[in-house]
């Protein structure tokens, strides 16, 4: 077994009352472990791909041979958006939600004008998502992106297979998996709320180690 699953860093309940207990609990346990389980499935037999890391893999797809490339793309890509998704997020009020800082705040700031304007674009980018997907901040030639993904797609595969294409820093998911026991339909409320778990200490170290 190549790949497990990363422990929450954080209780089930610690990011209410933003994202509830038990979205937390399905999301980690049954759908990222599945993301998991799947990835493991498809690489089985496969040595040289699984002594990789989840983000190499995906950023290559070419070389994963094309009867499993669908399998580890959708795996693959939930494994590493979920991975990071946990990690960027805190409790409300204890590492999660405030203001982004220093070098992160300036280039938000050179790049997007403002932080509401980042979390405008970002809203956007995740509400005209039809169906699953990804929003996401990313660095691309030293510079900061906002830009979406279908399904499972991590920009880290590149234009030519996720339309979209940077090192991602920021993802935040709008499968309806993610927010539909608490938000409904109400996809925006969602996207609204959830800067008050972001967790920008996370972000910026993601930055820094990004550009
Ligand atoms: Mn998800």
Same mark, same amino acid.
């Given at each position: 077994?190549?790949?497990?699953?990363?422990?929450?860093?954080?209780?089930?309940?610690?990011?209410?009352?933003?994202?509830?207990?038990?979205?937390?609990?399905?999301?980690?346990?049954?759908?990222?472990?599945?993301?998991?389980?799947?990835?493991?499935?498809?690489?089985?037999?496969?040595?040289?791909?699984?002594?990789?890391?989840?983000?190499?893999?995906?950023?290559?797809?070419?070389?994963?041979?094309?009867?499993?490339?669908?399998?580890?793309?959708?795996? &693959? %890509?939930?494994? !590493?958006?979920? *991975?990071?998704?946990? +990690?960027?997020?805190?409790?409300? @009020?204890?590492?999660?939600? =405030?203001?982004?800082?220093?070098?992160?705040?300036?280039?938000?700031?050179?790049?997007?004008?403002?932080?509401?304007?980042?979390?405008?674009?970002?809203?956007?980018?995740?509400?005209?998502?039809?169906?699953?997907?990804?929003?996401?901040?990313?660095?691309? &030639? %030293?510079?900061? !992106?906002?830009? *979406?993904?279908?399904? +499972?797609?991590?920009?880290?595969? @590149?234009?030519?297979?996720? =339309?979209?294409?940077?090192?991602?820093?920021?993802?935040?998911?709008?499968?309806?998996?993610?927010?539909?026991?608490?938000?409904?339909?109400?996809?925006?409320?969602?996207?609204?709320?959830?800067?008050?778990?972001?967790?920008?200490?996370?972000?910026?170290?993601?930055?820094?180690? !990004?550009?």
């Amino acid at each position: 077994m190549a790949f497990t699953l990363p422990s929450l860093p954080y209780d089930f309940a610690a990011l209410e009352p933003t994202i509830d207990a038990q979205t937390m609990q399905i999301h980690h346990g049954k759908h990222h472990a599945g993301y998991v389980t799947n990835l493991n499935k498809a690489l089985e037999g496969k040595p040289e791909l699984e002594k990789k890391s989840v983000d190499a893999i995906i950023a290559n797809l070419a070389v994963v041979p094309e009867d499993i490339r669908t399998a580890v793309r959708n795996n &693959g %890509g939930g494994h !590493a958006n979920h *991975s990071m998704f946990w +990690q960027i997020m805190a409790p409300p @009020g204890n590492g999660g939600g =405030g203001e982004p800082a220093g070098e992160l705040l300036s280039a938000i700031n050179s790049s997007f004008g403002s932080v509401a304007d980042l979390k405008a674009k970002i809203a956007d980018a995740g509400a005209k998502r039809f169906g699953s997907g990804w929003a996401w901040l990313v660095v691309k &030639g %030293g510079k900061l !992106a906002v830009g *979406s993904t279908a399904n +499972q797609d991590n920009p880290l595969m @590149g234009d030519a297979v996720a =339309g979209f294409s940077g090192t991602p820093i920021l993802g935040v998911d709008v499968w309806e998996h993610a927010y539909y026991l608490k938000y409904q339909n109400r996809r925006p409320d969602y996207l609204a709320a959830w800067w008050s778990v972001v967790n920008w200490s996370k972000v910026a170290e993601l930055f820094k180690a !990004a550009h």
